[in-house]
């Protein structure tokens, strides 16, 4: 996550995207850009939200970090932070960003097979 600009809280990087480049290719840009950071997207889901009155919707895509640059583009204006899950849950400065983190965290979930320990099996 990085630092927000306007006050309190950490966010994902975000931002828009420009008409010569998909989704993906923008949250792998922002997440360049913003948090110094490359590596594997693969896409969580859209989550709508409010952005000065109006109506929006994020797609939010999961990075697997395979690179974190010394130097990026936005070091000066935001902080690069590393935490847990739980963590950044409480430390997100927006409620459908709570959201996406929660609903990524309880996809991470691992549900014991029958034979496994815990399905009551022998």
């Known amino acids: 996550m990085v630092s927000s600009r306007r006050g309190e809280g950490l966010i994902f ?4 995207w ?18 110094g950071v490359r590596g594997e997207l ?22 697997r970090v395979d690179e974190e640059l ?5 070091q000066e204006e935001r902080q690069r932070v590393w935490c847990r899950v739980a963590d950044a849950i409480s430390l997100c400065r927006h409620a ?17 097979q029958a034979g496994e320990a815990g399905d009551g099996g022998g």
Do not use: I, N, Y
């Not at 859209?46 to 999961?62: D, E, Q």
């Not at 010394?70 to 936005?74: I, N, Q, S």
């Not at 959201?99 to 014991?112: D, E, G």
């Open 13 to 16: 990087p975000k931002g828009g």
């Open 42 to 63: 693969q896409e969580l889901g859209t989550f709508p939200f409010v952005s000065k009155s109006c109506s929006c919707m994020a797609h939010v895509f999961v990075l």
């Open 18 to 35: 420009e008409t010569d480049e998909t989704v993906a290719e923008a949250a792998a840009r922002e997440s360049l850009e913003e948090a």
């Open 70 to 74: 010394v130097t990026w583009p936005e």
């Open 96 to 112: 459908w960003m709570q959201v996406a983190l929660q609903q990524w965290h309880s996809s991470l979930a691992v549900v014991p």
